[in-house]
């Protein structure tokens, strides 16, 4: 029962992984051709800073939202809980700072910035799912369906 709830998360994990190295390949790609300026191609970092910010939209935002609201409520440890609500704000602030940049004018901080946000998001997802499976020895039969339940709710209401 724990396990399948777990697995939902684990799941969700990767498949941002999955998307997010995709990216990162494209930025690696990328970051070699910038390294002659002249030849910056902006409309590309456009594309890739896009593709991630879409991706932080439709997969992440909802996923963050289901740990918060159906699975962090639950947990009695609150330091771990509250390590992890940190990760997620300092990713949500991170998105922020570059959705306001300017590709032209700040193509090297987008770049910084996005490699440090699938670094961060990397090294959470793996905290994640070592905690996660630790926490369902904590957890009644009648909390893990309370928590599968709300996490369908959740992902019912995008729709
Ligand atoms: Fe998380
Ligand atoms: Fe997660």
Do not use: C
Not at 14 to 41: C, G, M, P, Q, W
Not at 86 to 101: A, G, P, Q, T, V
């Amino acid at each position: 029962m724990w396990f399948g709830m777990v697995s939902i998360f684990i799941a969700h994990h990767e498949k941002i992984l999955s998307i997010l190295s995709t990216i990162e390949a494209n930025l690696t790609s990328f970051l070699e051709e910038v390294r002659d300026l002249y030849k910056t191609n902006y409309s590309l970092l456009r594309k890739h800073a896009e593709q991630f910010l879409k991706t932080y939209e439709t997969e992440m935002e909802l996923h963050f939202k289901s740990e918060e609201e159906a699975l962090f409520p639950y947990i009695k440890d609150r330091e771990e809980v509250s390590d992890l609500i940190n990760d997620h704000n300092w990713i949500r602030e991170k998105i922020r700072f570059i959705r306001n940049l300017d590709v032209e004018k700040n193509p090297k901080e987008i770049v910084d910035n996005m490699t440090q946000l699938i670094d961060k998001i990397k090294e959470h997802a793996q905290k994640e799912n070592q905690l996660f499976s630790k926490w369902g020895s904590q957890l009644s039969k009648d909390e893990i369906e309370e928590i599968s339940r709300k996490v369908e709710e959740i992902y019912e209401l995008r729709k």
